[in-house]
């Protein structure tokens, strides 16, 4: 699955813990390690909150696009 592999690159590309990115999400360490190793399916809010934490597309996030860029955002 490519999205566990996203979220696991994503993380050590910048240098981060698991633990840092559990506390990002309010979630704990090891429920976070299962999302990362695909043991746990990742919940669309927690893809949400990673994509607009990594600066990066649901879409690229979870694999369906190679192009991290996210789409802008629509005007209010």
Same mark, same amino acid.
């Given at each position: 699955m490519k999205m566990r592999l996203r979220i696991r690159d994503l993380r050590e590309d910048r240098d981060l813990k698991q633990?840092?990115?559990?506390?990002? =999400? #309010?979630?704990d360490q090891s429920l976070y390690s299962k999302y990362e190793r695909g043991e746990r399916e990742l919940p669309?809010?927690?893809?949400?909150?990673l994509a607009e934490?990594?600066?990066?597309?649901?879409?690229? =996030? #979870?694999?369906?696009?190679?192009?991290?860029?996210?789409?802008?955002?629509?005007?209010?």
């Amino acid at each position: 699955m490519k999205m566990r592999l996203r979220i696991r690159d994503l993380r050590e590309d910048r240098d981060l813990k698991q633990r840092e990115v559990a506390e990002f =999400l #309010v979630c704990d360490q090891s429920l976070y390690s299962k999302y990362e190793r695909g043991e746990r399916e990742l919940p669309l809010r927690l893809a949400i909150q990673l994509a607009e934490f990594y600066g990066v597309s649901v879409d690229y =996030l #979870v694999g369906l696009t190679d192009t991290p860029e996210p789409y802008p955002r629509r005007r209010k």
